[in-house]
């Protein structure tokens, strides 16, 4: 390890092997806690709760039958934007992946105290919790794919799309607190989707545009040189598109 101890908490996804294995490549090899997916009953009664049965169910609809599709016709692109860009999605074989139920649980807090680090890299967690944020005194770094504070939620480049604020389409790299993605900006970058991304390439676009801010932030963290500033505001918290959302944003283009 160059520099100081380093953690990450991510879930399987391939962004989250594309930071960490570029951090990796960067630091030499460090523990990586992996928190399981909660259930979709489980993920449905919370966002129900919040916005209402009939917009989870267009939501649901959006995932089962537009979703595959996209990723279909969207896999050719993201190999090229990953090969481009130098991303590797791979997940790595090591004994230094450990899984967890949550990142708020005790269990993944005895894990973080274990290994005692100075700067922990978060990537595509739930919204974790004080117990969590003050169980080691270290500098918790997140990666919003999105432009905070307008963009906080999922799927941020996409809805700046949407709204026609293209200059607003990018990624956000901050420091964690107990809000959804409210914490002190560290740094933004914008992206520029062309004609054949879609909602499952730009992602991909975010996280090559966020990686080299991600590895400074590493940096200055361990330095204790961190520099951040407020977001402005309180922004508003999106979700996945409706079914009927969707289709209306890719009848304007929007894909």
Not at 104 to 110: F, G
Request: proline share 5%; charged share 20%; aromatic share 8%.
């Amino acid at each position: 390890m160059t520099g100081g101890t380093l953690l990450m908490l991510g879930t399987d996804k391939s962004t989250t092997w594309m930071v960490y294995n570029e951090l990796v490549a960067q630091f030499g090899p460090f523990p990586i806690l992996i928190e399981n997916n909660i259930s979709k009953l489980t993920l449905i009664k919370i966002r129900a709760r919040k916005i209402g049965l009939f917009k989870v169910a267009s939501q649901m609809a959006f995932v089962a039958l537009i979703r595959p599709l996209l990723k279909r016709r969207s896999a050719q692109r993201v190999k090229y934007l990953s090969r481009l860009h130098g991303l590797e999605a791979t997940r790595p074989t090591s004994d230094l992946i450990h899984h967890v139920e949550s990142v708020n649980a005790e269990d993944c807090r005895a894990l973080i105290k274990q290994f005692a680090p100075e700067v922990i890299v978060v990537n595509g967690t739930r919204i974790i919790g004080k117990k969590t944020l003050a169980c080691v005194p270290a500098t918790f770094i997140n990666t919003h794919q999105g432009i905070t504070p307008r963009y906080r939620g999922a799927h941020g480049a996409y809805w700046a799309l949407v709204e026609n604020r293209r200059k607003e389409c990018g990624v956000t790299v901050h420091l964690v607190d107990e809000g959804i993605d409210t914490g002190n900006i560290i740094a933004q970058a914008a992206i520029d989707p062309e004609p054949e991304d879609n909602f499952m390439t730009y992602p991909i676009l975010q996280t090559a545009a966020a990686m080299q801010h991600i590895v400074a932030a590493v940096k200055s963290a361990w330095k204790k040189q961190v520099q951040a500033v407020p977001a402005a505001g309180d922004g508003l918290i999106w979700y996945h598109p409706g079914f009927f959302q969707y289709i209306a944003g890719a009848l304007r283009g929007v894909w």
